[in-house]
């Protein structure tokens, strides 16, 4: 168990609907971030927050946005969903912003986003 | 921009034996990190180990080992004495300055008994 845990594990919904991927940090930890995992694309990073800013933008479509609330937290929207946009989505946190240091991230289970 | 190259998609290897996975990387950074993850059917990404760009020795963790060649930016990884629990999906990762992590397509190891 790496800390990070992620709501729902599993979401089934339709094309053209929206949904949010919610995501708890290790305690502590100030810095999240969202991959998505998909059978195209493979792993990639989509968009980083550090203690409530936003800090790096990935391969994030337009029609995504996150936020990190003042607990830490962070919510991933998707909205006007398509069939490609099924795929597993993760959210990892670590302590610092990232720097030079070793700056472990911790992966929490992931949600299975499946657009029917 | 970073780039991550996995050139195995699929790879077996007898339980015992020992098997490499290779990675080569792109970049113009001279300080990042390098790593590889374990994706088994589970999907949990768990950290098998990691490399820092400015050592030279190269990482160690229990059967894992790396063969990390900075000036040809290549990083493999040796699993040595092969169990059945270490078949899974294999990912390299590189994190630079911006700290996210560039993964590759990745390397599905396969464990005969």
């Known amino acids: 168990d790496s800390g990070v845990t992620q709501t729902p594990k599993h979401l089934i919904t339709a094309t053209g609907q929206r949904v949010t991927l919610r995501c708890s940090p290790r305690?502590?930890?100030?810095?999240v971030y969202w991959y998505q995992q998909s059978l195209d694309q493979g792993l990639q990073f989509l968009i980083q927050y550090y203690n409530g800013e936003e800090r790096a933008k990935g391969n994030i479509l337009e029609r995504f946005s996150a936020q990190q609330f003042p607990d830490l937290h962070s919510e991933l929207n998707l909205s006007s969903l398509e069939l490609g946009d099924s795929a597993l989505y993760f959210c990892?946190?670590?302590?610092?912003?990232?720097?030079?240091?070793?700056?472990?991230?911790?992966f929490g289970p992931g949600t299975r986003l499946t657009v029917l | 921009a970073q780039t991550v190259t996995q050139s195995q998609p699929e790879m077996s290897v007898q339980e015992a034996e020992t098997v490499t996975l290779s990675c080569t990387y792109d970049?113009?950074?001279?300080?990042?990190?390098l790593f590889w993850y374990k994706q088994p059917p589970s999907r949990q990404m768990i950290l098998v180990i990691r490399q820092e760009a400015y050592k030279q020795q190269n990482a160690t963790e229990n059967r894992f080992s790396v063969n990390f060649q900075k000036a040809a930016k290549s990083f493999s990884l040796k699993i040595s004495d092969s169990q059945l629990g270490d078949a899974a999906m294999y990912f390299c990762?590189?994190?630079?300055?911006?700290?996210?992590?560039?993964f590759g397509k990745g390397t599905k190891l396969s464990v005969k008994p």
């Open positions: 990762a590189y994190r630079g300055s911006q700290g996210n992590l560039i």
């Open positions: 990892a946190s670590s302590a610092l912003l990232s720097g030079n240091s070793y700056n472990e991230q911790f």
């Open positions: 305690s502590g930890d100030l810095s």
């Open positions: 970049t113009s950074e001279s300080d990042y990190y």
